[in-house]
Each structure stands twice: as C-alpha cells, then as structure tokens.
C-alpha cells in the first residue's frame, strides 16, 4: 500500500498509565480478568451480567433469526475447504479471494455455529459439535494468515505455507481471537464435549501468534519505523483477546499486554490533534474502531486501572459523524466505499460517544445501530458476541440518544479537518437536505492512496452523484508497483483537473497547498494544486470549492498559469505523466447515475440507476465557458464492490478547455439540485 506519515505526538497511554502499563504492575491488575469482561460463559446462570443478558431471551427478540435460519441451512453439510491450489493463486495469477472467501465462510459459519450453541445451551440441537468441528478445523489449517500476506514466496519461492515461520497478519490475529471468545463463551462445555480441544487451541494460538509476538520485532505493522496504519490497532486488539483468554502464565500474558499497549501507543500517537483518519470512514472501523475496541477490553480486563479516557480519543470518536453525507452514504476517500457496510459495530461507537459527553456523535450513532440488521458474522465473533450483549443496554445511558427515522447530522454548516484537508459543506446545517459539498486537499502518500487530491464529491438530499468511485476488488495488483494502473486509484478518473493530460504524482510531496479554510460562515476551500502535478509551484493551477447557501448551489472555480508544455507522453523527472503526450487541458467529473448533456453549456444528472438511491432529484451542471468541449466516457462496472455501490456504470465528463486558455484561463461548475 501507499504510505505515508504523521507528525508523532507524546505516547498518550504511557504518559496517563505509566508504571500501570509495565508488565510487572499488569500481573496484578489483570488477575481474575476474565471475571470482569462483559461476554460471560453461556454456562453462568441466567442472572450473571453481560453476555448473558442476551443469551437468556429468544433468537426473534434478538433479532438473529437470519443468522439463525442461516447456521440450521449449512448445518451438518461439509464446512468450507481452503485448498493449497487457492492459496497458490495469490502468487500465480494475482487472485486473492478464492482463498480468503473460503477462509472467511469456514470462521463465519463457525461464528454461527458459537451463537446457536451459547443461545440454546452448550448441549443441544449437536452445536456444540459444530462449534468443535469448526475450531479444530482452524487448528489444522497449515496458515492462519492471508496469501496475500504471506512472506513466502519472497524469502523462499514458495506457495505453501511454510509451518515453521508463520506470518503474523489480519487474518491471523481474526482467527486467534475468534478460536478466543468461543474459548470463553464455551470453555467449560467444550471440555466436557471434546477434551484436548482447549489445549490444542492454546498450543496453535501459542505457535502462530503468541510466540512471533514476543520473539519479532520486524513486523511492519508495529509501526517502529514512524509509519502507522490501520493494521497495528486491528492486530493488537485481537493479540489482546488472545492473551487474556488463551494465555496462562501470567507473567508472559502481563509481557503481551504491555507489548500491545506500547504498539496501540503509536497508533494513538500518529493520529492527528483533529482526530482524521487519511484512510477514511470505511477503515476507521477497523482501526481506529479497532483501537476503541482493545482499550476498552483493557479496562475492564483491569478493572478500570487502565482508563482511557484521553483527549485523542474524543478526537476519533467524532470522526464517522463528519464524514456522512446522508442516510447510508458517507465521504469516501480512498480505498473505501461510498455507502457503509452492515453490521457496523456502532452500538461500540454510541458508548465511547456517551462516556465521552459527545451529543452529537452518539445520537448520529445510536440511530444506525437502532437500526442496523441482524449482527453479521461477517464482522467477527467479538463483535457479534459484543453487539448481542450490548441490545437491551443500547441508549439507556443518555436521554438524548433516541433513535429516529434518519441518523442525525451534525448541527452545524458541517467540517473541516486541517490535517487531511477535508471539508464537507451543507446547504442545510444539520440536515442532508439539498446539497452536501465535499472537498479533499491532501497529498499522494496517505495510507491506501488514490490518486485524489484537490477531488470533489456533491450530493443531493445525501445521495452522492459527482462521485468518488471507491474500492475495487484487491488483487495483487492493488498493493503492488502497478497499483496506478487500476482504474479507480487514477487522478484521471476522480474529480479532478489533468493540465496537458497529467495524472497527479505518487507520494507526500505531490500534495495540496491551502490558499483559504472554510468557515462556518463562508464554506469555502482554495487549494493549490500545482504540487501534485509537479508543475513549477502550488498556485499554477488553484481549484476553490465553496458551497453557496443564499443561491442554493455548488461552485467549483479552477484558474490555471501553466508552464510550458513540458511532456511528450513519458513520465517526467518529478513522477507524473502524461499518458498520451496531450498539449490539452481537461477537467473531469466523474458522475454516477444518468447524464444527459444539453446544447447549453448544461447538463442534468439524475439517481436513475444508482442502487439504493433514497430521492429522486439529481443535480443540474452549467459552466463557463460554454466555449469548453464536453467529453463523455462510461465506465461499464464489472467488479461487484464497485456495481454494488453505484450500478452498472459510471460517467466521466471532460471538459476540454479550449485552445487559447490552454496556458492559462478559468473554468467554473455550479452545481444545483434539481426538482423532484
């Protein structure tokens, strides 16, 4: 993946826990922890709290009969098998879902399987058998980490797993913690039911995890060389379920805790004073939301010795809330969809909001998990567990927090965030009526980069129609030298200008330039662009993206003093390039929906063909000059991530300066909602 990094502040937790957080002081603080967490074995009586609280009332009141109706179908019919020829691909041609979908279905049925045997008791209906077949299977499957993550083909040219050296990755840290909670949930009958189980889980949770733990420090995801990213709080936390579920020894249990709240450490330390995640609203969930989850494990493993109640993470805390646009559809800015995945832990968002005094973050929170469907075993067996404790709890703690029809917008004209340069503007102040601007400055180095800076996104009643495309399907193409190649990582393909052709550059360097901040009473954003070009200094090419309540609509103004041309279709010294050597200007737009482009410098879009579009206005585009030529390329959607999202295709308008503001000139879009 792209890279890049953050100014790193003093370690938040060590400099509140101090000789808390030293493994000596853990052994103390962490005995009896598996008394204290919320999830509780299924076999404590009724009246014991957290988990059981749910497991005691019906399948229907928890809301779980697809879950449900879904364990009885694959019951008793054979599990999922990753093969090592699924594996081999990743290597071979590039393709990494058949071996992680496989792998994904064999835990999520096992979650099921956990769910069914804690609801109707450790003995019935031969779940528990399920649950056992299930986790020994995971036992016995030769890795626990991706392909697609696997060092071995690079040290050694293979495509097998190699069994002494595992790779300690997301996959891996998934599976130790899952074979974790159903170790507490279940534990007593597993060992009446299948005696050995538990200890070969502890054995292989020992091999694969704990021991490359403690023994390595080269993993790149510890963030020791300053460049952190959402990988060190989604493994740490799961390590950490492993640890105090799994580990015996006290002393080398206290030893992981500590090494996970040093790494946590850095991930707290890299987030910036606004609290923005670079790699936006879908990876927040499972990083910073990661991080959330661990340190509240954390104080309830030490009885709240370890609180972290610290001003970082009221930072985070508010960030999913900013970037919403509207209904189910919020800000995307690389690798992230534009429309939030189901079963979202937001009832664990909705209780750091109420603790931390955050109105508005937990009433925006509460709102979709009042609503959200059925838990997802798609999420992991901590959070399912997690979510079917917290039902009756949710909302009880902050009379402010009702659900409502559509979740709650900020009350305010909207945000700005300075260290990614992002604002989002609203027509109508705590309401996705009308419009909604977004506008991204940053740079070319974040973390799971697109091509995107100085990149516009409108939306209509909260349904975005000048778009970002998101996330395709990863391969090994994604994380690879030819990333750029893919479609919807390119500058050509996102809102953006492309002086004489050029796609922007890679890395931090190829960046924006803030020439005004928004203000609540003037939602304007200028940015220079020139940077991210490589052309000569920011303000060669100024893009200024302001919403205008009064008129009702959106302008984006770009004004340009370009140098010579200077490419003739090669990459230039300074990385970018002009892939077809053009002396043109153009301006695009990318657009979901339907497009019909008038004779009158206009153009209409309307939601026609955008799944789940919840209005039926669009947006209608005038420019000046009228003089440009309108280009218009479809993007026909054959990757289900991407159809999913927007249909069957995507729209790029371009529009063409002409020939005599080439070296410099102005080009202005205004943006309206049309009329029902």
């Given at each position: 993946m792209a890279t890049g990094t953050a100014a790193v502040q003093a370690p938040p937790l060590l400099s509140a826990w101090g000789s808390s957080a030293d493994a000596s002081s853990l052994m103390e603080s962490l005995r009896g922890a598996r008394d204290r967490l919320t999830i509780r074995p299924a076999s404590r009586p009724a009246s014991d709290a957290g988990w059981q609280l749910a497991?005691?009332?019906?399948?229907?009141?928890?809301?779980?009969?697809?879950?449900?109706?879904?364990?009885?179908?694959?019951?008793?019919?054979p599990w999922p098998q990753p093969l090592v020829s699924h594996y081999a691909r990743y290597f071979r041609d590039g393709n990494r879902t058949a071996y992680e979908g496989l792998v994904a279905s064999r835990q999520q049925r096992l979650t099921r399987a956990v769910v069914m045997a804690a609801l109707g008791g450790p003995s019935g209906d031969g779940w528990l058998d399920e649950v056992i077949d299930g986790a020994y299977l995971l036992c016995?499957?030769?890795?626990?980490?991706?392909?697609?993550?696997?060092?071995?083909?690079?040290?050694?040219?293979?495509?097998?797993?190699?069994?002494?050296?595992?790779?300690?990755?997301?996959?891996?840290?998934?599976?130790v913690a899952q074979l974790a909670w159903l170790d507490l949930v279940l534990g007593d009958a597993l060992d009446e039911r299948a005696p050995g189980l538990r200890g070969r889980i502890r054995a292989e949770a020992n091999q694969r995890v704990?021991?490359?733990?403690?023994?390595?420090?080269?993993?790149?995801?510890?963030?020791?060389?300053?460049?952190?990213?959402?990988?060190?709080?989604?493994i740490h936390s799961n390590i950490m379920v492993a640890a105090l579920l799994l580990v015996e020894?006290?002393?080398?249990?206290?030893?992981?805790?500590?090494?996970?709240?040093?790494?946590l450490d850095r991930f707290l330390a890299s987030i910036p004073a606004d609290g923005a995640i670079d790699e936006g609203f879908a990876y927040w969930w499972n990083g910073a939301g990661r991080a959330l989850e661990g340190l509240a494990l954390l104080e309830e493993a030490s009885g709240g010795v370890l609180n972290p109640d610290l001003?970082?993470?009221?930072?985070?805390?508010?960030?999913?809330?900013?970037?919403?646009?509207?209904?189910?559809?919020?800000?995307?800015?690389?690798?992230?969809?534009?429309?939030?995945?189901?079963?979202?832990?937001?009832?664990?968002?909705?209780?750091?909001?109420?603790?931390?005094?955050?109105?508005?973050?937990?009433a925006h929170a509460v709102t979709f998990a009042a609503v959200e469907p059925e838990p997802n075993a798609a999420a992991g067996l901590g959070r399912v567990l997690t979510q079917l404790a917290s039902r009756t709890q949710l909302g009880s703690r902050s009379g402010r927090c009702e659900p409502s029809e559509s979740p709650d917008l900020l009350p305010s004209w909207g945000t700005y965030l300075p260290s990614v340069q992002i604002?989002?503007?609203?027509?109508?102040?705590?309401?996705?009526d009308g419009l909604t601007l977004a506008a991204k400055g940053g740079h070319n180095g974040e973390h799971h980069n697109h091509r995107d800076v100085g990149s516009v996104v409108v939306a209509v009643d909260g349904v975005p129609l000048l778009v970002d495309a998101g996330q395709p399907t990863y391969t090994a193409q994604t994380f690879g030298p030819d990333r750029y190649q893919i479609r919807a990582m390119q500058s050509a393909w996102?809102?953006?200008?492309?002086?004489?052709?050029?796609?922007?550059?890679?890395?931090?360097?190829f960046a924006a330039t803030v020439l005004q901040e928004p203000t609540p009473e003037e939602p304007t954003l200028a940015l220079g662009l020139g940077a991210a070009y490589g052309l000569g200094h920011a303000e060669q090419w100024i893009r200024t993206s302001l919403m205008n309540r009064e008129q009702g609509s959106v302008v984006i103004d770009d004004r340009w003093n370009l140098p010579a041309h200077q490419t003739d279709g090669t990459h230039s010294p300074d990385g970018?390039?002009?892939?077809?050597?053009?002396?043109?200007?153009?301006?695009?737009?990318?657009?979901?929906?339907?497009?019909?482009?008038?004779?009158?410098?206009?153009?209409?879009?309307?939601?026609?063909?955008?799944?789940?579009?919840?209005?039926?206005?669009?947006?209608?585009?005038?420019?000046?000059?009228?003089?440009?030529?309108?280009?218009?390329?479809?993007?026909?959607?054959?990757?289900?991530?991407l159809s999913d999202i927007w249909g069957e295709k995507l729209t790029r308008l371009r529009f063409r300066m002409p020939a005599d503001t080439r070296a410099s000139g102005a080009f202005t879009l205004t943006v309206e909602a049309t009329h029902d």
């Open positions: 497991a005691a009332r019906s399948p229907s009141e928890l809301r779980v009969s697809e879950l449900c109706a879904q364990a009885e179908a694959e019951k008793r019919t016995e499957q030769s890795s626990w980490s991706w392909a697609a993550h696997d060092d071995v083909f690079t040290r050694s040219g293979h495509v097998v797993p190699d069994l002494s050296r595992p790779y300690l990755d997301l996959g891996a840290g998934e599976v704990i021991r490359p733990f403690l023994d390595r420090l080269d993993w790149h995801w510890l963030g020791l060389d300053g460049d952190v990213h959402n990988w060190n709080p989604w020894d006290p002393q080398v249990q206290a030893e992981v805790i500590a090494r996970c709240i040093e790494g001003p970082v993470i009221r930072a985070l805390v508010a960030f999913p809330h900013r970037m919403h646009l509207g209904h189910r559809w919020f800000l995307n800015v690389a690798d992230g969809p534009a429309r939030a995945h189901k079963g979202l832990p937001w009832g664990m968002l909705h209780r750091w909001a109420v603790r931390l005094g955050d109105s508005e973050a937990a604002m989002v503007a609203r027509q109508t102040p705590g309401s996705s996102h809102s953006v200008p492309a002086p004489f052709g050029l796609e922007q550059g890679t890395g931090a360097e970018t390039h002009s892939p077809d050597g053009t002396h043109d200007v153009d301006i695009a737009y990318l657009v979901a929906g339907t497009v019909s482009v008038g004779t009158d410098a206009t153009a209409t879009i309307t939601p026609e063909g955008v799944p789940a579009a919840e209005t039926t206005k669009g947006l209608h585009l005038r420019w000046k000059p009228a003089t440009a030529v309108v280009l218009v390329d479809e993007w026909h959607l054959d990757d289900p991530l």
